[in-house]
């Protein structure tokens, strides 16, 4: 079964609007990573946090992770129209194997 | 650097050929990945490769797929003989020391099995 999920599927909001995207996994991870993705590109990572931590930091980007909730997500403040793409989780498990992507959020950012 | 290079960017061709994916890694990069992803199945861990030998290739569908890394600079993922149902992005991604860091991907290679 699919380790990663995100939530919701889509999500539309104004420029200037936060974002936030959640992702649940199902076993114990070693790192889960968020990775984006602009339509007919490839993927981009944008952050990788450890089991061990429980926020991080990027610009506009913060992650937070939840191990006893099984659960991530992805906060984007101040969105900008360029924000608009697929936002993929990814985590490995305790082994660091088994290397899994979510299905995905599709956000767009509308001017 | 350039990234992770794939060729062809596009591939359209009749079911029952062999189709050739090809993929230059990060240089330096020891891991190598490949995944497949279709609108059904999102995005797909298919095989990786630790410094040119397959680690887990549990994820290749089937007989038909198969994958080499001959050297530290090239891989090719092979589908003989393709069928409409493979038609998918493919996209090959490398990574430093660990195959859960962050991974770069190509741009993918967008196939089409008529």
């Known amino acids: 079964s699919q380790q990663g999920e995100e939530d919701p599927q889509a999500l539309s909001i104004q420029e200037g609007e936060n974002a936030t995207m959640n992702c649940s996994y199902k076993?114990?991870?070693?790192?889960l990573q968020w990775y984006r993705q602009n339509s007919g590109r490839g993927l981009v990572h944008l952050i990788l946090i450890r089991s061990n931590e429980r926020e991080k930091h990027s610009g506009r980007l913060r992650v937070t992770l939840d191990t006893s909730k099984k659960s991530s997500s992805l906060l984007i403040t101040a969105s900008r129209a360029a924000d608009t793409a697929s936002y993929f989780c990814?985590?490995?498990?305790?082994?660091?194997?088994?290397?899994?992507f979510g299905p995905g959020t599709r956000l767009s950012v509308l001017p | 650097d350039a990234g992770v290079i794939q060729s062809p960017r596009h591939e359209v061709t009749e079911m029952g050929q062999e189709v050739t994916l090809r993929c230059k890694p990060i240089s330096g990069h020891d891991y190598l990945f490949w995944y497949r992803q279709t609108m059904m199945r999102g995005l797909e861990l298919l095989i990786y490769?630790?410094?040119?030998?397959?680690?887990?290739d549990s994820g290749m569908p089937e007989d038909r797929f198969s994958a080499k890394m001959p050297n530290a600079s090239f891989s090719t993922l092979k589908i003989q003989p393709s069928e409409p149902r493979d038609s998918a992005v493919y996209f090959c991604a490398s990574s430093l020391g660990d195959p859960q860091e962050t991974q770069y991907f190509g741009p993918g290679t967008r196939l089409l099995v008529l």
């Open positions: 990814a985590t490995d498990d305790s082994f660091g194997q088994n290397f899994v």
């Open positions: 076993t114990s991870i070693n790192n």
């Open positions: 490769f630790n410094n040119n030998v397959p680690i887990d």
